[in-house]
T-cell receptor, first 113, second 113 residues
């Protein structure tokens, strides 16, 4: 397996634009997590899914952020409109079951100017 | 909500010295996990501890889980330059039926050759 795959690896966009980050979890994994990493706030859990269903989105900063998982092999995190303070590295991770280890993708480095 | 705290935030050592990072959770955990993130990389799973008072070793790394399942430590004996990176603890809360994996702030280790 190729591991968790995220795209794009880098994204530079202007304030106000829509940004979509993509993630392909490891096949067979039931859980998918979206994290945001910044120097100030560390690794923040934004949302996680179990069997494609969003379970806990309490970490989503505000209504500008939305996440979907239309099927077991694909998830998106969308920011609309984007703001400079959204600049961060966004990680997607998947795990095979409840309370198990998380496998992280390479991350998407987002810069909003 | 659940909080996971780590100290110290930064640690600089000379190669050959020992290193310890400590992790404390505000709530009882079902298990504790440790991850390592190299500069510019993504978090990589190291180990999981499940039982109260559990101790596990991986070569020069020793991991402990507290009796109350609220704290943990990672100790590295005789650090090497390959140990450079940020070490995170992460835990799943025991009290809920969910699977929210919360990370500590991490301890950034630098090793001077």
């Amino acid at each position: 397996d190729a591991g968790v795959i995220q795209s794009p690896r880098h994204e530079v966009t202007e304030m106000g634009q829509e940004v979509t980050l993509r993630c392909k979890p490891i096949s067979g994994h039931d859980y998918l997590f979206w994290y945001r990493q910044t120097m100030m706030r560390g690794l923040e859990l934004l949302i996680y899914f179990n069997n494609n269903v969003p379970i806990d989105d309490s970490g989503m900063p505000e209504d500008r952020f939305s996440a979907k998982m239309p099927n077991a092999s694909f998830s998106t995190l969308k920011i609309q409109p984007s703001e400079p303070r959204d600049s961060a590295v966004y990680f997607c991770a998947s795990s095979p079951g409840r309370w198990t280890e998380a496998f992280f993708g390479q991350g998407t480095r987002l810069t909003v100017v | 909500g659940q909080q996971v705290m780590q100290i110290p935030q930064y640690q600089h050592v000379q190669e050959g010295e020992d290193f310890t990072t400590y992790c404390n959770s505000s709530t009882t955990l079902s298990n504790i996990q440790w991850y390592k993130q190299r500069p510019g990389g993504h978090p990589v799973f190291l180990i999981q501890l499940v039982k109260s008072g559990e101790v596990k070793k991986q070569k020069r790394l020793t991991f402990q889980f507290g009796e109350a399942k609220k704290n943990s430590s990672l100790h590295i004996t005789a650090t090497q330059t390959t140990d450079v990176g940020t070490y995170f603890c992460a835990g799943y809360p025991r009290e809920t039926s969910g699977s929210r994996l919360t990370f500590g702030e991490g301890t950034q280790l630098t090793v001077n050759p």
